[in-house]
C-alpha cells in the first residue's frame, strides 16, 4: 500500500524555522515528483513547492521564495522542506504528495499529485 507520512511540524515562533519530512513506504519515490501543500483555515489548499522525480528541477510560490527549500534524499526514501524565516500567515496543515510522473520538471499543482500524506500542523505564533 502507497503511503506518505509527514512530520516535523510544530509551534514557532515567527522567525524561526522548522523541517518537515515527507516519508513513503509501500513504494520508492524515485520516479515521483514530490509537492508540498499547505492549507489554512477557511482558505483553500495552495500549493508551496515542488521537486522533480530527477531531483533537477525545483519550484516555489512566491511567498515562500528565499525562506523555503526542498530537497530530496533517495537513499531515505524522503523529501524535506526546510522552512526558515517563518511568519504568522505560513500557519497552515502541510502535506506531502506524489506525482507519479518521472520528469525534470514539476509544478506545484494540487491537480497533478495522486497520492497524499495526511498533514502536518505548522503554528508560527509568539
Excluded at 49 to 75: L, Q
Aim: proline residues 6%.
Amino acid at each position: 500500500q502507497l503511503q506518505l507520512v509527514e512530520s516535523g511540524g510544530g509551534l514557532v515562533q515567527p522567525g524561526g524555522s522548522l523541517r518537515l519530512s515527507c516519508a513513503a513506504s509501500g513504494f520508492t519515490l524515485d520516479y515521483y515528483g514530490i509537492g508540498w501543500f499547505r492549507q489554512a483555515p477557511g482558505k483553500e489548499r495552495e500549493g508551496v513547492s515542488c521537486i522533480s522525480s530527477t531531483g533537477g528541477s525545483t519550484k516555489y510560490v512566491d511567498p515562500v521564495k528565499g525562506r523555503f527549500t526542498i530537497s530530496r534524499d533517495y537513499a531515505k526514501n524522503t523529501v524535506y522542506l526546510q522552512m526558515n524565516s517563518l511568519k504568522p500567515e505560513d500557519t497552515a496543515v502541510y502535506y506531502c504528495a506524489a506525482e507519479p510522473v518521472s520528469s525534470d520538471y514539476c509544478v506545484p499543482n494540487p491537480i497533478n499529485f495522486g497520492y497524499w500524506g495526511p498533514g502536518t500542523q505548522v503554528t508560527v505564533s509568539s
